[in-house]
């Protein structure tokens, strides 16, 4: 896995939106990691970079005019995986960079590593989608729907891994639901 947790913190600290992967933390602790990160992430200026170590994660945040997205990642430099299927021929490399070494229809390994520019990309495509859907996204609409914000992300991300990148794949169910009501 990945992506531990997805934050949206705007910039006086308070939590707009948080979903976390596979975190067995309570809420007091949960509490306390966005509260360190936010602290860490908030105090950096621009011209430092968009990565920051923090106890076994690495955040890879990005600002957009008053909100700040930030995502939590393993900290491990790769992580192992075993595959149990078929590929047609050698090796196969993917958007969420996983390198994959297969034959034919053996087990094989699979390494992930994660891709810290690729996280960031995904953090802009969560903007752009909800920018298509709310039309220029603000706080207020991550507010006031908070639930389509989630609905987003949960079409995108499932289990700490991004399986979904089309924009008009992920909104579809979103305009389903709206077109019912």
Same mark, same amino acid.
């Given at each position: ?10 910039? /006086?600290? /308070? ?8 975190? %067995? ?27 920051? =170590? ?34 047609? %021929? ?25 891709? =810290? ?21 603000? =706080?207020?609409?991550?507010?006031? %729907? ?7 992300? =949960? ?19 979103? /305009? ?6």
């Amino acid at each position: 896995m990945g992506i531990r947790f997805v934050l949206l913190v705007n910039k /006086q600290g /308070q939590t707009r939106l948080a979903q976390y992967y596979a975190e %067995h933390l309570t809420l007091d602790e949960r509490r306390a990691l966005e509260g360190e990160i936010v602290r860490k992430c908030l105090a950096r200026t621009e011209q430092q970079c968009s990565f920051v =170590e923090h106890r076994n994660y690495k955040i890879v945040y990005r600002r957009y005019a008053s909100l700040f997205f930030l995502v939590g990642v393993d900290n491990d430099e790769q992580m192992e995986y075993t595959y149990c299927g078929s590929f047609t %021929h050698g090796r196969s490399k993917q958007f969420s960079s996983v390198i994959a070494y297969v034959a034919m229809g053996a087990v094989v390994d699979v390494i992930a590593y994660v891709n =810290e520019l690729a996280i960031l990309e995904f953090i802009h495509l969560f903007v752009e989608t909800m920018d298509r859907h709310f039309g220029n996204v603000c =706080e207020l609409d991550i507010m006031f %729907h908070l639930e389509k914000a989630h609905f987003m992300l =949960e079409e995108m991300v499932m289990n700490g891994c991004i399986v979904e990148t089309s924009k008009s794949n992920i909104l579809a169910p979103i /305009q389903l639901m709206e077109k019912a009501s």
